[in-house]
């Protein structure tokens, strides 16, 4: 069964540094989106990405992040000067289908971010 | 805006105990409801979705039924095994947040043998 891959799965970095935290979709979904879980915490919602631009984002999904699916495999999410409350578990999601919102979004396994 | 409020955890239970979480729902227009669940270490997976009012929406013994006019969205099993031991997330989509879920602070479930 085809599943959603992310990499890293750890990183570590400094305060202000830029990161890259990458996704690999199946390959027939059209709808693409990035979550996060701060320990402890309730998932929440980043942004959402189709047909190549950002469809919804929400207030956590600021100047220093930004998306992008390069290859059509690849969809990446750049924190530009990470901050600690970045610090979270970052869940990469996918969907096809045109009724979106009844669609299953299959998540990846995780990316857990750690600023110091 | 959308929101999901869920029963604080954890639940202990005993094994073969039944199960109760429960779910109720805060949207505009017709959301779709779904039950997801995160194994120690892992990911997100579906347990089961409801995408209409009075579906009910089962897998792997677990139930949950899309009630309207009560807006909810409950989570049954009626006998539990050890391997449940999970999180349990209950999320809504559509209504006024479109495709984006929105979920509720999730469940630790913990069953004893």
């Known amino acids: 069964e085809p599943e959603v891959t992310q990499t890293p799965s750890h990183q570590v970095t400094q305060m202000g540094q830029e990161v890259i935290l990458r996704c690999v979709p199946i390959?027939?979904?059209?709808?693409f989106y990035w979550y996060r879980q701060i320990l402890g915490q309730k998932v929440e919602f980043l942004v959402s990405f189709y047909n190549n631009e950002i469809s919804e984002k929400s207030e956590i999904f600021d100047d220093q992040f930004s998306v992008e699916r390069p290859d059509g495999s690849n969809f990446t999410l750049k924190i530009r000067s990470t901050k600690l409350e970045d610090s979270a578990m970052y869940f990469c999601a996918g969907s096809g289908g045109m009724v979106v919102y009844q669609e299953t979004q299959y998540f990846g396994p995780g990316t857990r971010l750690l600023v110091l | 805006g959308n929101s999901v409020t869920q029963m604080e955890g954890p639940v202990t239970l005993s094994e073969e105990a039944f199960l109760t979480i429960n779910c109720t729902y805060t949207a505009t227009g017709y959301p779709s409801l779904f039950w997801y669940v995160q194994y120690p270490g892992e990911g997100l997976q579906l347990l089961l979705k409801a995408t209409k009012a009075d579906d009910k929406g089962s897998n792997k013994g677990f139930e949950a039924t899309y009630r309207k006019e009560t807006t909810s969205f409950h989570l049954e099993k009626g006998s539990v095994q050890v391997s449940d031991s999970a999180v349990y997330f209950c999320a809504l989509s559509g209504g006024s947040g479109y495709s984006t879920l929105t979920f509720g602070k999730g469940t630790m479930l913990l069953v004893s043998p």
């Open positions: 390959s027939n979904h059209l709808y």
